[in-house]
């Protein structure tokens, strides 16, 4: 049995890897394109390159999912049609079993998609962030479209670019009242974090009253803020790109400053229960072979894979939003479509078995 289990291991992990670079590297050539409209100033085409070589591994574990789906109904498919599951069947060898000698590559899959998305691309990702960013930032006027908001009581902030050594570009801080006037109107050309704290350089500030505006001119000035180079870190980032533990503590920040967290708890969840994910969707691609598509082409194995992956991240695209709208706890949102992958992969198959 173990000989046998290394070889559906290798077939269908070979089956996953092979479905998971095509994706990805279509994923990648995609985001080059796009890429290429930015070209300006410092950030060239070499620095396009690299910021999409930088971004893959997000991508890798994003896709991972999908690519075990359609992954095992290749790998699994192609030991269908050569008549070797039917040959292992009568040997003796159960249904369970075959389901525990798929799951096991799949399981060494996910931890290594686990430590990339934890350890590995929320790392990459923001350090590519930052650089596009610094490129970007000295063409754009005041505000940079790749820069970033960020709300911290009665102050809303901008930052053109962030790099992970608490630098900021570009700073524009704008202070309200209570009845959201404004009232005070910063702008630095860099900031940086020593000591604990923060300092501006070359600000202007401007203060607005009933009387008019007063603009003062400062080459450093001291800035108070709850904000460290760490939360900067995960700041920079979508919640998606974020690793596990910076979701966690992005979103007990926001809620000590009494903002909303949703979105940052929803991409927790859905991040954490990840490797449930990618077992449902194998449990499923099993329940199909054994079930539904033991008989038919490559090709419409692999439709159908799509086919289910599509519905399955439409649900969960509906699903969070509506979490945030209609005010439930964001794990169901993230729970649900893994319980009916769950649901459905065990109910074909123990009417097969």
């Not at 996953?16 to 994706?23: A, K, R, T």
């Not at 390159?49 to 999908?66: E, H, I, N, Q, R």
């Not at 192609?78 to 003796?92: F, H, I, K, Q, T």
């Not at 009581?153 to 930052?159: L, P, V």
Request: with cysteine; charged share 15%; net charge neutral.
């Amino acid at each position: 049995m173990g000989k046998l289990n290394r070889y559906i291991g290798r077939t269908v992990a070979g089956a996953i890897f092979l479905v998971l670079l095509v994706i990805v590297g279509l994923d990648l050539l995609s985001e080059l394109v796009d890429g290429l409209k930015e070209i300006r100033g410092d950030y060239t085409f070499f620095s396009v390159l690299k910021y999409v070589a930088m971004t893959s591994p997000g991508s890798f574990y994003d896709y991972l999912p999908f690519a075990a789906l359609v992954g095992c109904l290749s790998g699994l498919g192609s030991l269908a049609s050569s008549s070797e599951l039917v040959v292992m069947r009568a040997a003796g060898v159960s249904t369970w079993q075959l389901v525990a000698a798929v799951l096991k590559p799949t399981v060494l899959l996910t931890l290594v998609g686990l430590c990339v998305a934890e350890f590995v691309a929320p790392v990459s990702q923001q350090i590519a962030e930052s650089q596009r960013a610094v490129a970007l930032q000295k063409t754009a006027s005041i505000h940079s479209r790749h820069g970033m908001w960020h709300r911290e009581g009665k102050q809303f902030m901008h930052f053109n670019a962030v790099q992970p050594n608490g630098v900021l570009f570009g700073v524009s801080i704008f202070r309200f009242d209570e009845n959201r006037r404004l009232e005070q109107n910063t702008f630095a050309e860099r900031a940086y974090f020593i000591d604990g704290h923060w300092t501006l350089e070359d600000a202007n500030v401007v203060d607005l009253n009933d009387k008019g505006a007063k603009k003062q001119h400062f080459s450093q000035l001291d800035w108070d803020s709850g904000l460290s180079p760490d939360l900067l870190n995960i700041l920079v980032l979508d919640p998606q790109d974020l690793s596990i533990t910076g979701l966690w503590r992005y979103a007990s920040y926001l809620k000590k400053q009494g903002l909303n967290a949703g979105d940052y708890e929803l991409a927790f969840w859905n991040k954490l229960l990840q490797p449930l994910t990618i077992m449902g969707m194998v449990l499923v691609a099993i329940s199909f072979i054994f079930g539904p598509l033991r008989n038919v082409t490559m090709g419409f194995r692999v439709f159908v894979g799509v086919m289910v992956g599509i519905v399955f991240r439409t649900t969960q695209d509906i699903l969070g939003p509506s979490s945030m709208v209609y005010g439930f706890d964001p794990i169901y949102a993230s729970v649900l479509p893994i319980a009916l992958c769950f649901m459905a992969g065990i109910y074909m198959l123990t009417r097969r078995t």
